[in-house]
Nanobody
Framework: QVHLAETGGGSVQAGGSLRLTCAAS????????VAWFRQTPGEEGEGVAALYTGGGNIFYADSVKGRFTINHDNAKNTLSLEMNTLKPEDTAMYYCAADHGCSGASLTFIGPTDWGRGTQVTVSS
């Protein structure tokens, strides 16, 4: 099992920026799939961005393309999400997730998936 811990959430005005970080520890394989998901109460969760640490394509949801950037520091085993030009509709709980495998253009996780506890992002208009 991989332990994931998110930091960096907070409150910001529309147009502002935030950077989320997720530190991974525990039993990690040499390469694996990582992603950021978000969820608001009463709504279905959304995959925001994902990548395979061994390289290859990177997935972004259409709603965040051009504004968010996902990155993984292999040396530090840390995942980040740089969020710029934030909008009120970006308000959500953001979760870091890791899986030993993923497939397809959207890097869908194969499972089982390890999850962080989440960090709240609030964007005010």
């Amino acid at each position: 099992q991989v332990h994931l811990a998110e930091t960096g959430g907070g409150s910001v005005q529309a147009g502002g920026s935030l950077r989320l970080t997720c530190a991974a520890s525990g039993r990690t394989t040499s390469n694996y799939c990582v992603a950021w998901f978000r969820q608001t109460p009463g709504e279905e969760g959304e995959g925001v961005a994902a990548l395979y640490t061994g390289g290859g394509n990177i997935f972004y949801a259409d709603s965040v393309k051009g504004r968010f950037t996902i990155n993984h520091d292999n040396a530090k085993n840390t995942l980040s999400l740089e969020m710029n030009t934030l909008k009120p509709e970006d308000t959500a709980m953001y979760y870091c997730a890791a899986d030993h495998g993923c497939s397809g253009a959207s890097l869908t996780f194969i499972g089982p998936t390890d999850w962080g506890r989440g960090t709240q992002v609030t964007v005010s208009s």
